[in-house]
């Protein structure tokens, strides 16, 4: 709109504080990047009409009066060059406030995620690694790929945590928690994580199916209550700015694919289906040593065991 915009090394993201957001809104639901950028482009929408005629008086500045850095600073050197009596700058109103109120039809979409996840067994310990994992996300036309791979890769690793080494254990007498601390809860570590992990984020936006009678009455429904008011008034957000999809914390149930190839892994070793054919959550490696009684060279249950491997110890 004004053929110019500050660089990155000009823009600060101050930290959550009732001093600069007296009134925010909640965080959850992965919603906090989406609502921080429309908001900010709501407050840039009430910015670049007050530097117009800035930036078309820069425009005419001769390449003397041009600044190395770049258009946006002649549009600032424009926008503070008015001057009262010819010595005391007048400067412009550049203050904004943006505040974004989501269309109540933008809550209801969904994220979609595949992953595979390859692990090794030892039967001997219990323990387990991951060999690799693959995930592939439909983020639409992502606004920052660092970020969401970023948190693609953090929200797995929480959901590899819940499938193989976090859990909470009490005492059955007095109910006291007996993982109160590292010594006994283990939460993942740089150890756990896959030693090949690959993660794409993919664009769907064409291949989306939406029935047409189902997006005519989201339109109609949406168009109604932003007249009314109700619940709120939206932000008017472009569409372009509405491309992408929140990816915080739907990737902590691809970690399922750990615990299904650990499934896998322990019938594989066994031979035959698991008790129930489930596999106890989190997989701690007590918790599969009994499972595996029978096939854990030197127990007194294996019944493949020869002179070589039998210690007869249980």
Not at 110 to 135: Q, W
Not at 151 to 179: R, S
Request: hydrophobic share 40%; net charge negative.
């Amino acid at each position: 709109e004004l053929g110019a915009a500050p660089p990155m090394s000009c823009i600060r993201f101050l930290d959550t504080s009732t001093e600069q957001n007296p009134n925010g809104g909640m965080t959850g639901g992965s919603t906090t990047s989406e609502g921080a950028m429309f908001a900010a482009e709501e407050a840039v929408r009430q910015l670049a009409p007050k530097l117009k005629a800035a930036a078309k008086k820069a425009r005419a500045y001769t390449a003397e009066q041009r600044s190395a850095e770049g258009m946006w600073f002649d549009v600032l050197d424009a926008a503070f060059s008015t001057k009262f009596m010819g010595v005391l700058s007048v400067p412009p109103d550049l203050s904004a406030v943006g505040m974004h109120y989501t269309r109540v039809t933008d809550f209801m979409y969904e994220t979609y995620g595949v992953a595979a996840s390859e692990v090794e067994l030892d039967v001997l310990t219990g323990e387990s690694k991951i060999r690799s994992s693959h995930i592939m996300f439909d983020s639409g036309m992502s606004y920052n790929p660092m970020v969401d791979v970023g948190q693609m890769e953090g929200a797995f690793i929480m959901g590899v945590g819940q499938c193989t080494t976090e859990g909470m254990d009490y005492d059955p007498a007095t109910g006291k928690c007996l993982t109160a601390n590292t010594w006994t809860y283990k939460p993942p570590l740089a150890c756990d994580v896959p030693e090949k992990f690959d993660v794409e984020l993919c664009d769907l936006r064409e291949e989306r199916l939406d029935h047409r009678i189902r997006a005519v009455v989201k339109e109609v429904v949406c168009g109604l209550l932003g007249c009314l008011g109700m619940p709120w008034k939206p932000t008017n957000t472009a569409k372009v700015y509405r491309s992408a999809k929140a990816i915080g914390e739907p990737p902590v149930l691809l970690a399922a694919s750990v615990q299904s190839a650990l499934h896998d892994a322990m019938v594989a070793a066994v031979g035959s289906p698991l008790p129930d054919n489930s596999l106890p959550m989190p997989t701690k490696p007590f918790a599969l040593l009994p499972l595996l009684e029978a096939v854990r060279p030197g127990s007194s249950s294996c019944t493949g065991d020869n002179d070589s491997t039998s210690t007869a110890t249980p």
